[in-house]
């Protein structure tokens, strides 16, 4: 499977500020997206990462909140933007298998974000 | 859109014994049914998966049923071991197989 690269793992950020996390990929991958967990829960998917352009928001989730960025095929970023503690939470990155979404999909190891 | 209900939230057996994981999904179209496996502090894992044109799927210990009239997929761990404690998530997806997943649950498996 393609190895996933996450950074932050984890952050303690005053409330108010903002937060960028990148997901870099060691391989090309057409689908990449962005979930988040909140302790204790499922996987909730915030957005799909397109290259070249915008990204996808699912119902909740709001561009000027979540930017994401993805300049290429094996890079994507997601920012967490004036932030409160609600926003406490696990956030992380997703993509197609070797061998291309048919075969599923792998998570990076995540960001623990903790808003104070 | 799809959802996926999942059952129990949480499940407690011991080692030696058998669990039982059963999902339902709503979306007709859905085709592509995998499991992850979560263990405390760490990312998801896909453990197995299984396809809608298929009706069971074996890997060692662990399980996957199918039934794609009634709506439901099942998770079956076999000689449970300490190990294999964590929380389980079933997901289901369509033709681009983003997963849609269930809530969670929480398999405990005393010594």
């Known amino acids: 499977s393609a190895v996933i690269s996450q950074k932050p793992s984890r952050d303690i950020c005053q409330r108010g500020t903002s937060l960028t996390i990148q997901c870099q990929v060691d391989s090309q991958v057409t689908m990449m997206f962005w979930y988040r967990q909140q302790p204790g829960q499922s996987l909730t998917l915030i957005a799909t990462?397109?290259?070249?352009?915008?990204?996808?928001?699912e119902s909740g989730f709001v561009i000027d909140k979540f930017p994401i960025s993805r300049p290429n095929l094996t890079f994507s970023t997601l920012t967490v933007s004036n932030m409160s503690p609600e926003d406490s939470s696990i956030y992380l990155c997703s993509v197609e298998r070797e061998g291309g979404s048919i075969y599923g999909y792998t998570f990076g190891s995540g960001t623990r974000l903790t808003v104070v | 859109g799809e959802n996926v209900e999942q059952h129990p939230s949480t499940l407690s057996v011991q080692e030696g014994d058998s669990a039982v994981i059963k999902c339902t999904y709503s979306d007709s179209a859905s085709n592509y049914f995998p499991w992850y496996k979560q263990e405390l502090g760490k990312r998801p894992q896909l453990i197995i998966d299984?396809?809608?044109?298929?009706g069971e799927k074996k890997d060692q210990r662990i399980a996957v049923t199918l039934n794609k009239t009634a709506k439901h997929f099942s998770l079956h761990i076999t000689e449970t071991q300490p190990e294999d404690s964590a929380v389980y998530f079933c997901a289901a997806s369509g033709g681009s197989y983003i997963p849609t997943f269930g809530r969670g649950t929480s398999l405990i498996v005393h010594p």
């Open positions: 990462a397109n290259q070249g352009s915008e990204a996808t928001y």
């Open positions: 299984i396809r809608s044109n298929v």
